[in-house]
């Protein structure tokens, strides 16, 4: 899959073409502003900070499908992620990544990367264990997006490079973007 090949929605319901991204590494995030691992805007921002004159770009797609924890319209979001966490990479609307409403990006992302497993050394990490194989004792075996913040890099020719669990390190995924510049 290549990211060049999409159009996704924008706040304000303009589609926007991820060929505009063309040449920069990319990486691409669901998330929601009421969830354990909203923090992440944090680092995030300060990775987007450091590497953005490196044609480093960070694509964020809020998304309520877990815990319902995304509740704003695209506005009110925007506006908590800019206040609290004085975020500045470009926000998207609103998505479902999966399920039958899932958007084309996100239904390809699932098809094309395998679920790399909650870090078990991270208390969430357990929490989220616990919960999915209560559900189903196999749930490593699907590759559906687990929870936010759940990230994808992109290199410059648009090609997926690897898949992040929310769990994984933002030191580590610094360091990968960081290769891919």
Same mark, same amino acid.
């Given at each position: 899959? /290549?990211?060049? /090949?999409?159009?996704?929605?924008?706040?304000?319901?303009?589609?926007? !073409?991820? &060929?505009?991204?063309?040449? %920069?590494?990319?990486?691409?995030? /669901?998330?929601?502003?009421? $969830?354990?691992?909203?923090?992440?805007? %944090?680092?995030?921002?300060? *990775?987007?900070?450091?590497?953005?004159?490196?044609?480093?770009? @960070?694509? +964020?797609?809020?998304?309520?499908?877990?815990?319902?924890?995304?509740?704003?319209?695209?506005?009110?979001?925007?506006?908590? $992620?800019?206040?609290?966490?004085? @975020?500045?990479?470009?926000?998207?609307? %609103? @998505?479902?990544?999966?399920?039958?409403? &899932?958007?084309?990006?996100?239904?390809?992302?699932?098809?094309?990367?395998?679920?790399?497993?909650? +870090?078990? %050394?991270?208390?969430?990490?357990? @929490?989220?264990?616990?919960?999915?194989?209560?559900?189903?004792?196999?749930?490593?075996?699907?590759?559906?997006?687990?929870? /936010?913040?759940?990230?994808?890099?992109?290199?410059?020719?648009?090609?997926?490079?690897?898949?992040?669990?929310?769990?994984? !390190? *933002?030191?580590?995924?610094?360091?990968?973007? &960081?290769?891919?510049?």
């Amino acid at each position: 899959m /290549n990211l060049e /090949n999409y159009k996704v929605k924008d706040m304000k319901g303009e589609e926007v !073409s991820l &060929a505009d991204y063309k040449g %920069k590494t990319v990486l691409v995030i /669901n998330t929601a502003t009421e $969830c354990g691992f909203t923090p992440q805007y %944090k680092p995030l921002e300060e *990775m987007y900070e450091k590497y953005k004159a490196q044609g480093f770009e @960070i694509l +964020d797609f809020p998304c309520n499908q877990f815990g319902s924890q995304a509740p704003g319209s695209e506005d009110e979001i925007h506006e908590f $992620c800019t206040g609290r966490f004085g @975020i500045t990479f470009p926000q998207f609307g %609103k @998505i479902d990544v999966n399920g039958e409403n &899932a958007i084309p990006l996100y239904k390809d992302l699932v098809e094309n990367s395998k679920f790399g497993g909650f +870090d078990l %050394k991270n208390k969430v990490g357990l @929490i989220l264990h616990a919960m999915y194989k209560k559900k189903d004792k196999n749930y490593k075996d699907n590759d559906d997006i687990k929870w /936010n913040f759940t990230k994808f890099l992109f290199d410059k020719e648009g090609n997926l490079v690897k898949r992040y669990e929310p769990t994984y !390190s *933002m030191k580590k995924l610094d360091a990968e973007i &960081a290769e891919q510049l």
